[in-house]
């Protein structure tokens, strides 16, 4: 079984500051990692994903993540955050056989000041 | 646009009253999710369906039932509504039985039990 921690439930940041949200998993297998974003009465949309290849993966609005297996974690960066950015993000963690369940964390509210 | 199609957007329900909550895809998906989001503790799978005519538990299962009559629909249902079933419910679907896609979701329907 899989399981997702995030490490801080919320995170203020000045516009055009960069961001780091922090997530780290807990598997016994290999895994697939994913980001969401949920903008306020939204459904979740995908951020990007790391299936395998380059531990380095660029996703949708500019933002990156870093798979790191030695730290199990997958960090999510952007170098400089927007107003429109404000919104909860979620790490999720999957299995990769077949019907493995994706197991998402308790999230981290990211609020982008002025 | 394809995508997940909930109903209703949100609903005040007594307690004790039975409710059907909708979700049809137009993706031709093979697997469909139910989960609640709940602030802190993020989301959790209620029932799953792998494909149609199949269905199974997720982690939060109890005063649930689901169908999978065909492809397209995956109706959650409340036998008898009770207040800890306030929450916010995502129906999501997945194109494989692995998750390399990632999961699209709906909007969400917002339930107050009272």
């Known amino acids: 079984a899989q399981s997702v921690t995030q490490l801080d439930s919320q995170v203020p940041v000045f516009e055009e500051a960069p961001v780091e949200l922090r997530c780290n998993y807990s598997?016994?297998?290999?895994?697939?990692l994913f980001w969401y974003v949920q903008y306020p009465n939204q459904g979740l949309q995908l951020l990007l994903k790391?299936?395998?290849?380059?531990?380095l993966v660029k996703g949708i609005n500019g933002f990156e993540a870093e798979f790191n297996k030695s730290q199990t974690s997958f960090h999510l960066r952007k170098p400089s955050v927007h107003i429109s950015d404000t919104a909860e993000y979620f790490c999720?963690?999957?299995?990769?056989?077949?019907?493995?369940?994706?197991?998402f964390g308790p999230g981290t509210s990211l609020s982008v000041i002025p | 646009i394809a995508g997940i199609t909930q109903a209703p957007t949100s609903q005040i329900l007594a307690a004790g009253r039975r409710m059907t909550l909708r979700c049809t895809q137009d993706?031709?998906?093979?697997?469909m999710y139910w989960y609640r989001q709940d602030l802190g503790l993020g989301l959790r799978l209620i029932h799953y369906?792998?494909?149609?005519?199949?269905?199974g538990k997720g982690e939060v299962p109890d005063g649930y039932s689901v169908s999978r009559a065909n492809t397209d629909d995956f109706p959650l249902t409340l036998a008898s509504a009770v207040p800890s079933q306030t929450s916010v419910y995502f129906c999501?679907?997945?194109?494989?039985?692995?998750?390399?896609?990632?999961?699209?979701f709906g909007s969400g329907t917002r339930l107050t039990v009272v």
């Open positions: 598997s016994s297998v290999s895994v697939y």
């Open positions: 993706m031709r998906h093979n697997a």
């Open positions: 999720a963690v999957s299995g990769k056989t077949s019907y493995d369940k994706v197991i």
């Open positions: 790391y299936l395998s290849g380059s531990t």
């Open positions: 369906s792998n494909t149609a005519g199949t269905t």
């Open positions: 999501a679907s997945s194109d494989s039985n692995r998750a390399t896609g990632g999961y699209t």
